[in-house]
Structures are given as C-alpha cells and as structure tokens.
C-alpha cells in the first residue's frame, strides 16, 4: 500500500481522526444524525459568510458532479439558457451535462492557461437577451487556475442574472464571500479542502432562487428544491444517506475550525505530567503542568488507595466521573480524594464506579488549572486540543464539560505507546503549517 503525503486533485488524504468516527454505525432515522446534518448546513453557510434566510445549504448523495448536475437541472427551466465560461474538463463537463439533460446553453471556451473574462461575459450577455443564467469553474483542476469569480460575479449581477459556480477544489481552502461575489448556487463536495471523504457533494444556494425552482427539475433523485424541502424540516435526507461519510465531514469541519481556530488553543497532552500549552497568534505563550499520571500510579502502588485505582473495566461511569468533580470542587483534593477510600471501606459502588470517581479527582485538577489561567491570563482561549488516546478523550470530555472557560474540546487521537507529549508536540508544528518528521 502507498503511503501518501497528499492526494490531490481529490479525494484528499484524510487524518485519522476523520476516518475513526466512521466506525460508529447511525441510522439515517436517528434524532441525534438529523442534528448532526443540520449543524453541518448551518457551518457551510457560516464558511460562505451568508446565513439563513437568505441562502440555505443542501447536501446532496453523490460525488461533486452529482450536485453540480443537481443544480444544473434543477434550477435552469426549459425556457432559460446558460452561458458557460470554461477553460478546462470541469467547464466543459457543464456542457456535456447540458447536452445529456437538453438544457439549452452557450459556451464559452477559453484556453486552459488563460481566465474568462469579465467583460467578455458582460458581451455575451448584451449580445443574447436569452441568457437567464451563467456558470464558471472557481478553481479549474485541469490547470491549477484560478478564476476570477468575484468579477464575474458582479458583471453577472449587473445584468439581472443567476451565477451557478463551481467551487469543487476551492471551497474551504480559499475564502469565498458567496454573496459578496454574487453567487446564487455554490457548489462543492465533501472530499476537497475541507478533508472529509467521498460520498455527497453540497450547494449553498440562494434561497429566494431555489424555491422559485421547484417543480422543473428533470431528475427525481437530483431534485435539488425537492432534496432541500425534505432536509430542511428536520435534517432527514431524502433517500438513504452516506451516513458514515456524514459524520467523517462532521469530524472534518470542526478540524478545519480547530485550525482556524489555532491561533488561541490550549494543547492538552496527559501523562505522567499532564502538560497545557497556550497557543497564542504564532507564538507559545504559556504551559502549566500537572501532576497526575505519575500521582495515580504512585498512589496505586502499596496504598490504601491501591484497592480502588484498580479495574478489569477500562469503561467510565458519567455519574462518578461528574460526583468526582463535585466533591473536588466542593471539598478540595484530600478530603475528595479520602471519599474514593471510605467507598471501598463501606462497600459503595462497584469498582468501576470507585475507579472512575478516583481518575476524576486526580484528573480534575487539571480543569482548576485551566479555569484559573483562563480567567487570569488565557482569557481568549475557550478551546481544548486534547493529544490523547481514546480512555483520556472520554474522561476529560466528561471533566472538562459545563466550565465556565472551556466551550469545545477537539481530539486528536493516539495510539497507545505513543508519547502524548512528543505528539502533540508534531500536532502543534502541523496546525501552524509547519514541516515536520
């Protein structure tokens, strides 16, 4: 098997983080999938700086053709026509897809090292009053160009017209205001810059424009106006949907906000010394440290605690978890910490139950250091990266939730074995873009 660095035009090389939560199987039905469908149409209208109820966003089963022909038959009537500027396959796929659906249509073609032109397209348009709408390419795959969307746009606004444009390999990785540049249909798929996986495509569309369209598609599995009525209710898809490749761009999106969001992050890493790093702009700013792991196992050797810090089950108990916390909070390390023991002395709870309430009061001091610094120093930090393997994500998921600092808490997993601390020393040096071995 290769081993690669990049694959590209796409699918993109995925992180590992992406491809675990598809191992969790959902039901196209579920409540909690609908929400997750919706949470994802609500954060694409946010990347493309319009929001509801202007433009809504539809997703769509199916690679990025799928839903470039979705809106390419679904929102051009029988009566309109399309004026297509291409310089590229991806351009010219539009014109074989009109040719397939007999959507009547104008193309413009220029050479695959050169741009569309503007004014060009502003001719075109004086010249045939029959044109009602116009497409282009944003980031033409064939060559590497990119077009200028943004003048196009407004040439096409002037002239009373829909923009349709495809921005398959530019959506995510190259900031596009979706009305600023004009666009009514937005195109672009989930296996591009924003790393999910193949399986559907999504249109941001105009929202005005896509109701006007119902009714005139000449597809029933493409019917965008159809797809978006079904989906905007409550999440559901029209047909079955990808569902695991729903949840990797689920995954995908909050790693792109993660990276986004870098420039304030603490990077958690628990170990034998549970280390935060504050990353601030470009910069390390701060690092506490905890001591905790060496703690627990010191405390699991030849103590009274000894008894209790052991389990056959690696599994947590929420309840415990949350009583640890509580009683941290309520009555300091050593009287919380003596509860763990006095539980085993009157038999309370199962030794699960007394293992997870211990590893919430060792672990739980972790969250006053943060809360402290964040409140003190760190005051624009309101997210957690946590360089961890699997146990400690769900742990300090649980500790770590209702503070009144930390809003998001983003894994990125390990394996076991590895050093937390050197792993999420190589995640730092990757968010910033850095190389790294």
Known sequence: MNSYKLLTPGPLTTTDTVKQVMLFDHCTWDDDYKQITQTIRRTLLALGHVSEPEYTAVLMQGSGTFGVESVLTSV????????????????????????????????YEQENHKRPQADVVAKYLAEDPAITHVSMVHGETTSGILNDVEAVGRVVKAAGKTFLVDAMSTFGGVDIPVAGWGIDFLVSSANKCIQGVPGFSFILANREKLEASAGQARSLALDLYDQWKTMNEDGKWRFTSPTHVVLAFAQALEELKAERDVEN???????????????????????ISNFTGELFYALKQDTILSPV???????????MVRKGIENLERFGFNRALYICHAMRIFEQGTPQQRLSYGESVIMGGVRQSLEYYCEHFWKECRTVALVSDEFMYRLFSMILEGSRYIDRIIWMPISDGKSYGVSGLKKIVSLKGERHE
């Open 76 to 107: 051009i009537g029988r009566e309109d026509k399309l004026l297509i500027a291409a310089n590229g396959a991806y351009g010219l796929r539009m014109a074989e897809i009109c040719r397939h659906a007999g959507i009547a249509y104008t193309l």
């Open 265 to 287: 992050v603490v990077m958690l890493m628990p170990g034998s010394h549970t280390h935060g790093i504050y990353i601030q702009g470009d910069q390390i700013t701060g690092i």
């Open 309 to 319: 810090l052991t389990s056959d089950s690696l599994e947590l108990d929420e309840a």
